[in-house]
């Protein structure tokens, strides 16, 4: 599952003529452990709308999207943006893009959940760079104060910031804010889906800092994620890049 949503996501960014495929990427064990333990009643909301195309290719691989939609992403008259668009796909819960706005929302649907005596989770993933947000750390206080065990955050910590205001000690700081916090390798599904699927008596909010590689299964990107921040492969580089993929 995770080669085969890597090579759509090259695939995809190599025939559209753009995208975020470093952000991309580095989610992929991340969409594979919430799908082996997302419930019909629970609900995933990608807070951070520029790893897009990685969702799009998961949807792909579900046969959800054709191939031939996520090949003409954020191209006139697609229906699949540079960002997710709730009111254009039926498996997007919450267009988001602006980086700091899918948390507040997972956390207000978490709280309506509640309120309403429904079953199901909100499983929520962000960014590092967005805890650079105030509205995240709001979010965070908000969950915490209303004992939201019925919410999960996922970070993708990806070290995307390091270059401005790096998001240091993430999981220091949300002990403190009153969650039950996980520390974990990003790319290790099996421990991703026990941390997402933690239930702790204490009804106390989870967070999973996930720990990833920017660019995560492709060298050249790894290597030089900033580079590749925004920008597509060429015809030998794509041709490389699946291959690669297929080796590993």
Not at 12 to 26: E, T
Not at 142 to 171: T, W
């Amino acid at each position: 599952m995770d080669k085969e949503i890597r090579k759509l996501i090259v695939d995809g960014a190599f025939h559209a003529g753009h995208g975020h495929i470093p952000s991309a990427l580095s989610i992929v064990e991340i969409l594979s452990a919430v799908d082996k333990v997302k419930q019909d009643e629970d609900i995933f909301v990608l807070s951070k709308g520029h790893g897009c195309l990685a969702y799009y290719a998961y949807l792909v691989y579900k046969g959800k999207l054709t191939i031939d939609e996520i090949r003409n992403f954020g191209k006139k008259g697609s229906r699949l943006g540079g960002h997710p668009d709730r009111n254009k796909i039926k498996d997007v819960y919450a267009s988001t893009g602006s980086l700091g706005h899918g948390f507040p929302i997972s956390v207000g649907s978490a709280l309506a959940k509640k309120i309403k005596g429904e079953e199901g989770r909100v499983i929520c993933l962000i960014g590092d760079g967005e805890t650079n947000e105030g509205s995240i750390w709001e979010s965070f206080m908000i969950a915490s104060k209303h004992k939201l065990d019925n919410l999960v955050c996922i970070i993708d910590n990806n070290n995307s910031q390091i270059r401005s205001l790096p998001s240091e000690s993430l999981s220091n700081k949300l002990l403190h804010f009153g969650w039950n916090t996980w520390n974990v390798d990003g790319h290790d599904t099996k421990m991703l889906s026990r941390a997402i699927t933690d239930y702790n008596k204490e009804h106390k909010p989870t967070v999973v800092v996930a720990n990833t590689i920017k660019g995560k299964g492709i060298l050249d990107i790894e290597n030089d994620m900033f580079a590749w921040h925004h920008r597509a492969p060429n015809e030998e580089e794509y041709k490389k890049f699946i291959k690669e993929i297929d080796e590993k």
